[in-house]
């Protein structure tokens, strides 16, 4: 039998409080929701350690995932943050003035801009992204890469309706 936990004791609490209320949805969701608060304090290390804040991470992680010459356009960045354009336009513009993005008029449309990472955002991202896979790992040590894997297609699935892909 695996050991018990926090959500175990709610569970049970509920369970005697409420005996008429079905709350078997709290054994899933309050543990994903306690382990989104563990990610979340591994990525703001990860980005801590980097220079980075989240939403630096975000922009540039899009742009390090296009490849080499790592630009794409503020639509294609807001497609892949899911934020507004008003945001998106704000966060190119802090980002350029730190270095870490530089704007370049588009070869094939002289109208259109894109975003290129330079080489000091790109740097920052891989070691963000280092430390972020050293994070992340630690919190699935207990599970076998097998495990690991069920668990991911039970979360494909379970989040599947949500994704606009």
């Known amino acids: 039998m695996t050991a018990r936990d926090e959500v175990d004791r709610i569970v049970e609490a509920w369970r ?3 005996p008429e209320l079905d709350v078997e949805p709290l054994q899933v969701l309050s543990r994903v929701s306690r382990l989104a608060r563990h990610l979340d304090l ?5 980005f801590t350690a980097s220079g980075l804040e989240p939403w630096e991470f ?8 296009a490849g080499d010459p790592y630009e794409l ?3 294609a960045l807001l497609q892949q943050t899911l934020v507004s354009s008003g945001t998106m336009t704000n966060r190119i513009d802090r980002l ?3 270095g870490l993005v530089e704007r370049h008029t588009a070869p094939h449309d002289g109208r259109g801009i894109l975003v290129r990472m330079t080489a000091e955002g790109r740097e920052r ?11 992340e790992s630690a919190l699935l040590r207990h599970l076998s890469r097998a495990e690991q894997e069920r668990l991911a297609g039970l979360l494909r699935t379970l989040g599947a309706d949500f994704d606009d892909v």
């Not at 591994?42 to 990860?46: E, L, M, S, V, Y």
């Not at 991202?125 to 994070?135: C, F, K, Q």
């Open 96 to 98: 350029t003035t730190r």
């Open 58 to 65: 975000d922009v540039l992680s899009a742009l390090r995932r």
């Open 42 to 46: 591994a990525r703001k290390r990860a």
């Open 16 to 18: 005697r409080e409420r």
């Open 125 to 135: 991202v891989d070691r963000a992204m280092d430390e972020l896979m050293v994070g």
């Open 73 to 75: 356009s503020p639509k």
